[in-house]
C-alpha cells in the first residue's frame, strides 16, 4: 500500500435509510460494571497471552451468549490469533562510541524478528533525517545512501508538521510517513538492521513514558515463514538528549541537522561513531484470541456492518520495585463496554425490527502493540471484506459530562462523513475537526488495517479532548482507573449517536464509498465495490 494515502482513513456513507427501530436506551448500570469488572486488578491490565486475556474472553464470550448471539467464527466465538511474545532483557546497555546508554531511561529497544538475540557489533549509524521515502512528494530522506547493515537515527513525524506548512506533506496533519511503524517499515525495505526514532513530546504526540511502558515491556507479533527476518533487527527510540549527545559525539549539532531535515532534497549524514547492543530476547509461541458475536440479518444476512473495540491493554510493569497494573479503564475497557452496550440492543430487538444486514459485535487482541489481531481478523475474517460494508471502531469514550460536539477523523475522506454530520445533528451536536491532526490517530487503532482491505471505518474516540489530563497523566500509565465519579454523559450521547449510524448501515443497501483516491479505495474496487 501506498502509505501516503493511509493519511485518509475513512469516514463514509451517505445512505437514504431511516431510523427502523427504538433509539438505544443507555443502562447505565450494566455500562459501569463492565468497565469496573474488564478494567479491575484481577484482570490484570488485559495483556495478551496472561491469566487477564482468559478472564476477558469468559467475560466477553459470556455477554454474548447471554444475548442469545451467535459466535462470529462459524458458530465460534473465538478466533485463534497465532503469534509470538517476545520479552527483551532490560538489562542491556547501548553503547555508542565512549557513551552508554540505560535502557527505558535513554532509550528503548525490542525486535520482532522471531530469534533469541540481536546483536549490534560496531554498526556504522546514519542520521536520514525523516527517515521518509514519498516520490508523490518529492522526498527520499535515503536518496545517494547506502544503509544496508547500518543503524539509521531518524525523527518522529513528518516535515509537514516541522514546517507547519500545508503545502509540505499534509502540514500540522500527520501523514502516515510521520509514524513510527511506517519509518520501521521503510527502514528495513532500505536494508536497515536497526532504527533509532528521536522522540520529542510534540511530534510524537505523547511523553517518554508512553514510549517506555509500550516497549520495555513484552510485544506480540504474527509470524511470518521465515521468522520475520525482513524486519529491521532492532526497533529503537532515543530520548532526546541521548540523540542529542550520539549527534554531539560525530560533531553535529541536532538542532540544525533538524532544521535542514525539514527542507527538501535533506541528504542523510553518515556519523562517525558505531553502534554496540546486544538485545536478547524470551520467546514463546502462543494463541491469543479475538472475540465475535453475530446477529444475522434478516434480509441480507450475507452482508455485515462491523462494531468493535479493543479488548487488550498492557498488562503490568516494574516501577521502582513496585509492580503497577495498567488497567486501561478509558482506553479501552469504555470501548468495549460500549460494544456489549449496543450488542444488548440490536439483540433485545423484537424480530421484525432485526436489522436487514448482519451485525458483527468484535473485539481483537493486541492493538497496543500493533494491531495484531485487527490484521489477523483482516486476512482471516468471517465473512469476506467484500461483504463487510463499514467498520465502526471505539477506542476510548468520553466518561465526563455530554459535549456539544462529535470529533471527526480525517475530512473528505469518505461517505461516512455525512451520516456522521446527519447523526450529530439530530443530536444538536456539531462536527469537529481532529484537535490533533498531527497526532495521527487515524493510523492507531483497529479500523487502519481494514482500510488496508479497502473497508472504510469511522473512528469513535475521545481521550484526551475533554480531559485535558489524561494524555499527561493517565493514557497508558497506572492512573487508567474505572473512577464512580464518572458522570458518563458523554458516554450516552455517543452510543446513541453510533447507534443511529449503524441502524442506518444495517438496513441501507448502498455501500460506503472512499472519496479519496487511495489504495485503501482501489483495494475496494477490487472487491467490485
Not at 454474548?64 to 532483557?89: C, H, R, W
Not at 527517515?131 to 535515503?142: F, L, M, S, V
Not at 479500523?447 to 484526551?464: D, E
Not at 464512580?484 to 458523554?490: R, V
Amino acid at each position: 500500500m501506498n502509505p501516503t494515502s493511509r493519511l485518509f482513513l475513512g469516514l463514509g456513507l451517505c445512505l437514504s435509510a431511516q431510523a427502523f427501530a427504538a433509539p438505544l436506551t443507555f443502562d447505565e448500570t450494566a455500562f459501569r460494571e463492565d468497565v469496573k469488572t474488564l478494567a479491575s486488578d484481577a484482570f490484570g491490565g488485559r495483556a495478551p497471552l496472561s491469566d487477564g486475556e482468559q478472564k476477558t474472553l469468559d467475560y466477553l464470550t459470556h455477554a454474548f451468549k447471554s444475548m442469545g448471539l451467535k459466535g462470529a467464527f462459524n458458530g465460534e466465538y473465538l478466533q485463534a490469533v497465532p503469534m509470538a511474545k517476545i520479552t527483551a532483557d532490560q538489562s542491556m546497555v547501548l553503547k555508542v562510541g565512549e557513551l552508554s546508554f540505560t535502557s527505558g531511561e535513554d532509550f528503548t529497544a525490542r525486535t520482532q524478528r522471531v530469534v533469541p538475540k540481536v546483536e549490534l557489533s560496531g554498526s556504522d549509524m546514519v542520521f536520514v533525517g525523516y527517515g521518509i521515502n514519498a516520490p508523490e512528494y518529492g522526498w527520499n530522506d535515503y536518496a545517494g545512501i547506502d544503509v544496508r547493515g547500518k543503524t539509521v537515527v531518524l525523527l518522529v513525524n513528518d516535515p509537514g508538521f516541522a514546517t507547519q506548512d500545508p503545502k509540505v506533506f499534509k502540514g500540522n496533519a500527520m501523514t502516515y510517513y510521520g509514524r513510527w511503524t511506517y519509518k520501521y517499515e521503510e527502514a528495513a525495505r532500505q536494508g536497515a538492521e536497526a532504527v533509532f526514532i528521536v522522540h520529542e513530546d510534540a511530534p510524537a504526540a505523547y511523553g517518554w513514558g508512553v514510549v517506555k511502558n509500550s516497549n520495555t515491556n513484552t510485544k506480540f507479533t504474527l509470524v511470518d515463514g521465515n521468522n520475520n527476518q525482513s524486519q529491521v533487527g532492532v526497533m529503537g527510540w532515543l530520548q532526546y538528549a541521548a540523540a542529542k549527545q550520539i549527534l554531539a559525539a560525530s560533531g553535529q549539532d541536532i538542532e540544525a541537522l533538524k532544521a535542514a531535515a525539514k527542507a527538501p532534497g535533506f541528504k542523510a549524514v553518515p556519523l562517525t561513531v558505531q553502534a554496540d547492543l546486544t538485545l536478547s530476547n524470551h520467546i514463546e509461541r502462543a494463541e491469543s484470541h479475538n472475540v465475535a458475536a453475530i446477529l444475522p440479518g434478516n434480509k441480507n444476512a450475507d452482508e455485515a456492518v462491523v462494531m468493535h473495540a479493543h479488548w487488550d491493554h498492557l498488562g503490568q510493569i516494574e516501577e521502582e520495585g513496585k509492580t503497577i497494573i495498567l488497567n486501561g479503564a478509558v482506553d479501552n475497557a469504555t470501548g468495549v463496554a460500549g460494544v456489549l452496550a449496543l450488542a444488548r440492543h440490536y439483540a433485545a430487538l423484537p424480530e421484525a425490527e432485526k436489522p436487514a444486514r448482519s451485525m458483527i459485535f468484535s473485539a481483537f487482541t493486541a492493538e497496543e502493540t500493533g494491531l495484531i489481531g485487527a490484521q489477523y481478523f483482516a486476512e482471516n475474517p468471517p465473512l469476506p471484506t467484500s461483504k463487510l460494508v463499514a467498520f465502526l471502531n471505539i477506542d476510548g469514550m468520553n466518561v465526563g459530562e455530554g459535549v456539544d460536539y462529535i470529533l471527526r477523523y480525517g475530512e473528505g475522506v469518505s461517505e461516512l462523513e455525512t451520516m456522521l454530520s446527519d447523526a450529530a445533528k439530530a443530536q444538536n451536536r456539531q462536527v469537529k475537526a481532529d484537535p490533533r491532526p498531527q497526532n495521527g490517530l487515524m493510523f492507531r487503532s483497529d479500523h487502519f488495517a481494514l482500510a488496508q482491505q479497502g473497508v472504510p471505518g469511522l473512528l469513535f474516540m475521545s481521550l484526551g479532548d475533554t480531559d485535558p489530563d489524561y494524555i499527561a497523566h493517565k493514557y497508558h500509565k497506572g492512573a487508567d482507573d474505572y473512577s464512580p465519579d464518572w458522570q458518563l454523559g458523554g458516554v450516552k450521547q455517543d452510543l446513541k449517536l453510533i447507534e443511529q449510524i449503524l441502524s442506518r448501515l444495517a438496513n441501507g443497501s448502498e455501500w460506503p464509498k472512499w472519496l479519496e483516491e487511495s489504495d485503501f479505495k482501489a483495494r475496494r474496487a477490487k472487491d467490485g465495490r
